[in-house]
């Protein structure tokens, strides 16, 4: 890892040769969901396409059929738990997630890294620093944000503040005034601060930057 870059030879790699890259990585990755997924096996079969059809990004977007959420849902209805999207064994799950929905979404520890490691490049790229302080006040349970997010700054190196949801503001601003925070990571600012712009103020002063969703 260098200052200005999360990975830099993949983020500095000369644009042909990153296309390369792409449709590579495309290519495997189509060909392996066909062949694990009743789900993809089945959507492919009806849009008249095979993986070894795609050649490139463009033939991909033209030729592709898109999956909904209402999609994933209604699979995971009738295919209880985890649906027929699911490639992998329940016993390779390390993380499942309850999205609204509802959706369960689940991880493997290969996808949960690099969950991770994309979210924690998008951190650093918007300047996240290992010595920065960082409140993250997503929701922890349940939902995916506040632990992936959690783990990806404190993959850059910061220390980090599990804040969760603070309706009534109280705590964040003890922790302003003490911890002195750099960063915070909200979805979405917490109402209450809108009803108080001066408490949103004290708050805002404490920090250097606030990081907001991609």
């Not at 649906?83 to 609204?100: F, H, K």
């Not at 302080?133 to 783990?151: R, S």
């Not at 109280?170 to 979405?188: A, H």
């Amino acid at each position: 890892m260098s200052e200005a870059y999360w990975d830099a030879s993949l983020e500095t790699m000369p644009r042909e040769e990153l296309l390369r890259w792409q449709q590579e990585r495309l290519r495997q990755h189509l060909a392996y969901v066909y062949e694990h997924s009743p789900y993809y096996r089945r959507a492919f079969d009806e849009a008249g396409v095979a993986p070894n059809d795609i050649t490139g990004l463009d033939a991909f977007v033209a030729a592709v059929p898109c999956v909904t959420k209402m999609q994933i849902i209604e699979d995971q209805r009738e295919h209880p738990p985890f649906g027929r999207m699911v490639t992998v064994r329940p016993e390779d799950l390390v993380r499942i997630y309850w999205s609204p929905g509802p959706e369960m979404i689940v991880f493997t520890p290969s996808d949960y890294a690099h969950v991770i490691d994309l979210a924690a490049k998008a951190f650093y790229t918007c300047g996240v620093r290992r010595e920065d302080i960082v409140n993250v006040t997503c929701t922890y349970h349940w939902v995916i944000a506040g632990t992936v997010i959690d783990e990806a700054f404190r993959k850059i190196g910061c220390a980090v503040i599990p804040g969760g949801p603070d309706r009534a503001g109280c705590m964040w601003r003890s922790c302003g005034r003490r911890e002195r925070p750099c960063s915070l990571r909200s979805s979405p600012l917490p109402k209450s601060w809108g009803r108080w712009p001066s408490r949103w103020g004290s708050i805002r002063r404490a920090i250097s930057r606030c990081v907001w969703p991609l």
